[in-house]
């Protein structure tokens, strides 16, 4: 993502945890801060990206974190998913000092990372939003203003339960196929043409087919994203009985080991449930 | 269909409990009968489509079904959406009078068979399936050998797996924007050109927003469906958490009027037990 803004003629200034990688970047366009704040300091727009709520607090909120060097009328971009609430309170803060946060939680993974056709998905005010737009089109393809700030979040919660939900429909029914006797290929090559078609299905119906459990997106994280949709749920009063039982099974793929495995081996545990291999 | 076949050059013999229905096709290429088995005396392919496995025993099986009339060296092929089992059954008995059967339900609605875009799963011996494909191809686009008698039926049931378990993703993930304040219009296209993509979140999803329930496919079809999966599923020892709970939702769909709306319909459900109208 970094590599893209450069790319498009803007200047860093950078900082990682791991400096090696923070390094890795450093030429004419950028150079290396040795904290959070000092990024801030030397900067009109801050972009943070990291794993989760806890990790965001410490590099925005933290000691050495983004609003103890922020500037006035700075605008801070988080792209991590994390929790909706938690971004409402970052913006309370960083307005304490004059500037704004914006939300904007991406998908489209590694390779949507590299190409620059991520998909972002972002809230803050629509004045801030205007003013980041032409960095988020270095970076992704699909820019959707979702509203005030948390609503970048709340959207890329809807992704996840669309994502899981399908997934552990496309995992029945290749179950059901293969206990059947029917050839699971040519059962998805038969109906994704149409209304039972979807990016799950195309994409990771072949290697829950072949087995194939290489990340694309880890269970872990689906885990951690689930836990947020259920706790913005929660805190709404909203009830989810297909995504609370996705998340079941997603733990019980956890507790097999397949946390660092990639989403479409829950497949195993939907197997397993018809003693399957 | 019987006039995408008359287009593509085929004389037929039509037959429907409704004979109005059969005479509004009579012309130069179709002649009506007076029954099923009248229908496979002066046919050599004989097509079948009607609602459920009782009406395609009674069309095929009945006193005056197709079996009474069928000739020797002959094809059935039954397009219904009924359970495997049964089409095994009728295929025995087709092979007693030295005849065989095709299973091979379709899916792409009344738009699709309107206008020849249907997709189809067939069941039945190679050599069956490739005498009766120039007709399939009259009817249909993606077109599918699937393996033996009933194989078709498997496959039809595993796209109805998946269209039902991602349609009650979809209504939850528009259920939970509503609720957090997001517009669920922005929503969709936030998200739907990535891995949360599917056809039934462009073309329900829309729907569910704007409280449109035309049918689509009927709610008390799915069901029908539904069943279907899970009598099968139950007979191969397959189980099906997700597509189980969703033929509950729909079963309070029904409950609430919903029997004869659109499948979309199911997100009134999942709304209400959030308190949402």
Known sequence: ????????????TVYNRTRAAAEALAGELVSIADSPSQVAERSDIVITIVTDSAAVEEVIGGPEGVIQGIKPGSVVVDMSTISPAVERTLDKELRSRSATLVDAPVSGGDVGAIKGTLAIM?????????????????????????????????????????????LVGVSEAIVFARKNGLDATTMIKAVEGGAAGSWQLS????????????????????????????????????????????????????????????????????????NLE
Do not use: W
Request: charged share 15%; aromatic share 6%; proline share 4%.
């Open 203 to 274: 994409n990771l119906g072949p290697k829950v087919v072949d087995k194939d459990f290489d990340p694309g997106f880890m269970i872990d994280l689906i885990q951690k994203d689930l836990r947020l949709v259920l706790e913005a749920a929660g805190a709404a009063s909203v009830a989810l009985p297909a995504a609370s039982m996705v998340h079941q099974l997603f733990t019980s793929a956890q507790a097999f080991g397949h946390g660092r495995d990639g989403t479409q081996a829950v497949s195993q545990i939907v197997s397993r449930l018809s």
């Open 1 to 12: 993502m970094a590599k893209n803004l450069v790319r498009a003629g803007y200047a860093l």
């Open 122 to 166: 972002a809230g803050g005010t629509r004045k801030a939003f205007d003013r980041v737009l032409p960095l988020f089109e270095a970076m992704g393809k699909t820019i959707t203003y979702c509203g005030p700030v948390g609503n970048g979040q709340l959207t890329k919660l809807c992704n996840q339960i669309l994502v899981s939900v399908n």
